[in-house]
């Protein structure tokens, strides 16, 4: 952590904005998203005049927040955003609750009321810091004297154990003032230390004892970077794989380990093969994506190797080991003993996945999701870089779509909100500017953030909104029929399309077949600019795969 910096000789040449400019650039912060407020200005001229960073001006602070999300998730600095006082940090926050519960590292800046009118009645006037405490992993302002300081322990704790945001309030009118001299370089948080060697022996004694072991790969597995140890551990013991819809990536579909993916969509038929294991080795799960509770077979004992404590209901099931630390350390443990027979059928195994995949193909009546996910598969490059919004899409592509390595395929789980599809689409453009970018949105999430189409075009960047269309909200359609209740409250509008031939100065390109929206969809990639296709789809294909049950 960044030692305390007692009252330091004052520096005449650096305001409060341009200090904290050059703790962002230390940081290696490339960019900083919001809409700009008056209390903003010294700030955002700051960020002009600095190298190598740059202002993204956004339409909405929400949004700014998500594309802040996606950028700490890509690179190695914590994301950064600024909203204003009262509606512009209440905006914002939904941007920061994202970072906390997908669990990325982030700076979230808003104004704050100066310290003579705290607890005042004043116009926009709310209190930040019980506004964000719930959200963030710490809120704190900032003060002139400690600049740097404060933009460290910031990132340190945003990028410490399982990342997520940290708030820092500006005091308007303290961004000219003059700031102290820091003498301080930012030291990243230390990796996690090696779990407790007698558990992580426990471990090892149960799993060469088990029958039919299991490895549920989280989040966590992820920001540990074990992809290789999953994949040798797999091979090596010869045993199933499941994973989180954030982990995609972890395992290859076409591996002999794979098993499939928990909660979304036909997640009955991976249910089929995790009922059977005697022993669960969780992998970094966070269940802040699916609760061991819903999903973990009756009888069956858990090991968690991660860095933070496991959470389960310790009382209705058996928490055989809680090796908290290094994930890769405690991987390697199990990959120092020899292999040994065990009972899964590997081949029963690759017959469950291949009709669960076989499930998944598109139909050869009407166009659906399906038939359009498929199309988009083949035409977008094997590294290209596909995010999604939320909705009865989302649980299609966590299972459907072939994802060649974590972060290809980019989505909202822990945190779910709907809008993410396009502002994600823009951060990973900006953080990946050689690798194709699309975005899959269904219509009722395009609705809630397409005046980002602006920024996108502003910044001339050439992402492809695959939009859905289906004119509903097809999963809540589908849970109300599930309740044998009317439908009601969902259809986005009577029928047709989004209309016109571009919307903020995005061309808008629809298609009504596979066939149309491969040629619309290659003509979007080679395009200069972002492009709206818009795929007609039959939303009744969902029916049958999404909402399936993990247990019977």
Avoid at 190 to 201: Q, Y
Avoid at 348 to 367: T, V, W
Avoid at 414 to 427: D, E, K, L, N, Q
Avoid at 519 to 537: M, N
Wanted: charged share 20%.
């Amino acid at each position: 952590m960044a030692e305390s910096v007692p009252q330091a000789a004052i520096s005449k040449d650096k305001t409060v904005a341009v200090q904290l400019v050059d703790a962002l650039g230390a940081l290696g912060v490339r960019y900083v998203f919001g809409v700009p407020s008056g209390g903003w200005i010294d700030y955002m001229e700051a960020l002009r005049a600095a190298d190598g960073m740059e202002f993204i001006l956004t339409t909405h602070e929400g949004a700014a927040g998500m594309m802040a999300d996606v950028c700490g998730r890509m690179g190695d600095a914590p994301g950064v955003c600024f909203g204003t006082f009262g509606p512009g940090a209440t905006n914002l926050a939904t941007g920061v609750g994202e970072a906390l519960l997908d669990r990325s590292p982030m700076i979230a800046f808003t104004d704050e009321i100066p310290s003579p009118m705290r607890g005042r009645t004043t116009q926009m006037g709310i209190d930040h810091q019980a506004l964000f405490g719930p959200l963030t992993k710490k809120t704190t302002r900032l003060s002139a004297d400690s600049v740097k300081s404060v933009l460290f322990d910031a990132a340190q704790v945003a990028l410490d154990g399982r990342p997520g945001p940290v708030h820092v309030g500006l005091p308007v009118g303290m961004s000219g003032e003059t700031a102290a001299t820091e003498d301080l370089a930012f030291v990243p948080p230390p990796p996690p230390p090696a779990a407790d060697p007698v558990l992580v022996e426990e471990a090892q004694d149960l799993f060469a004892a088990a029958r039919k072991p299991l490895l549920a790969v989280g989040l966590g597995a992820v920001h540990a970077r074990v992809q290789k140890e999953i994949q040798a551990l797999a091979q090596l013991h010869k045993i199933p794989v499941v994973l989180t819809p954030m982990a995609k990536g972890m395992l290859g579909e076409g591996d002999p380990s794979y098993a499939g993916v928990l909660f979304h969509a036909l997640s009955d038929m991976v249910g089929e093969t995790h009922r059977q294991a005697d022993l669960v080795i969780g992998v970094g799960y966070d269940p802040v994506e699916f609760n061991y509770e819903s999903w973990l077979p009756q009888g069956a004992a858990l090991v968690s190797f991660d860095i933070e404590p496991a959470d389960i209901d310790r009382d209705a099931y058996t928490l055989a080991v809680d090796a908290v630390g290094d994930i890769r350390t405690s991987l390697r443990s199990l990959l120092a003993l020899p292999p040994s027979p065990n009972d899964w059928d590997l081949g029963a195994m690759a017959e469950r996945r291949s009709a669960m995949f076989a499930k998944l193909r598109p139909s050869n009546q009407g166009f659906g999701p399906k038939g359009a996910l498929a199309v988009l598969r083949e035409v977008l490059p094997r590294d290209g870089i596909m995010t999604c919004d939320v909705g009865a899409h989302t649980h299609l592509i966590g299972q459907l779509w072939p994802t060649p390595a974590p972060g290809l395929q980019i989505m909202t789980n822990g945190w779910s909100t709907m809008g993410f599809g396009i502002p994600s689409a823009i951060a990973a453009k900006l953080m990946c500017p050689d690798i194709s970018v699309c975005t899959v949105v269904g219509d009722g999430g395009f609705l809630m953030t397409a005046g980002e189409l602006a920024t996108a075009v502003r910044y001339n960047l050439n992402i492809v909104i695959v939009l859905l269309t289906d004119n509903e909200l097809a999963l809540i359609r589908i849970k109300q029929e599930k309740k044998g209740i009317p439908v009601y409250g969902t259809p986005v509008r009577h029928g047709g399309t989004i209309g016109g031939g571009s919307i903020f100065g995005a061309p808008v390109r629809t298609a009504h077949s596979a066939a149309a929206l491969r040629t619309e969809l290659e003509s979007a990639l080679a395009a200069d600019g972002p492009v709206v296709v818009e795929a007609c789809i039959d939303a009744r294909e969902y029916d049958s795969v999404v909402l399936k049950s993990d247990r019977p």
